[in-house]
C-alpha cells in the first residue's frame, strides 16, 4: 500500500525558512515522479516542484525558483521541499504525490498518490 506523509508545516514570518518532507513507503520512487503542490484558500491546487529519478528532472514552478529546492534522500523515500524568503502568498497546504511523469504548475491530474498535506502559514 502506498503511503506518502508530508511533515513540517507551521507558522513563518515573512523572509523566513521552512523544511517540509514527504515520507514515501510502498513504493520505489526510481520508477515515479514525486511531487509538492499546494493549495491556497479559495484558489486552485498547483505544482510547485517535482523530480523525477526516471528522466533526472527537476522543475520549479516560476513563482518559487531560487527560493525553494527539491532534494531526496540517499535511500529515495523521503523527498524534501526546502524553502526560503518566504512570502505571505506562499500559504497554502502543501502536498506531497507521486505520478508517471513530473509537473509543475498544474492542478496534479493523473498523480496517483497523495499525502493529507501540511499547512504553511506565512504571516507576522
Known amino acids: 500500500q502506498v503511503q506518502l506523509a508530508e511533515s513540517g508545516g507551521g507558522l513563518v514570518q515573512p523572509g523566513g525558512s521552512l523544511r517540509l518532507s514527504c515520507a514515501t513507503s510502498?513504493?520505489?520512487?526510481?520508477?515515479?515522479?514525486i511531487g509538492w503542490f499546494r493549495q491556497a484558500p479559495g484558489k486552485e491546487r498547483e505544482g510547485v516542484s517535482c523530480?523525477?529519478?526516471?528522466?533526472?528532472?527537476?522543475l520549479y514552478t516560476d513563482s518559487v525558483k531560487g527560493r525553494f529546492t527539491i532534494s531526496s534522500d540517499n535511500a529515495g523515500n523521503t523527498v524534501d521541499l526546502q524553502m526560503s524568503s518566504l512570502k505571505p502568498e506562499d500559504t497554502a497546504v502543501y502536498y506531497c504525490?507521486?505520478?508517471?511523469?513530473?509537473?509543475?504548475?498544474?492542478?496534479?491530474?493523473?498523480?496517483?498518490?497523495w499525502g493529507k498535506g501540511t499547512l504553511v502559514t506565512v504571516s507576522a
Open positions: 504525490a507521486t505520478g508517471p511523469v513530473c509537473q509543475v504548475g498544474g492542478t496534479g491530474y493523473g498523480m496517483t498518490h
Open positions: 510502498g513504493i520505489t520512487l526510481s520508477y515515479y515522479a
Open positions: 523530480t523525477s529519478r526516471i528522466d533526472g528532472s527537476t
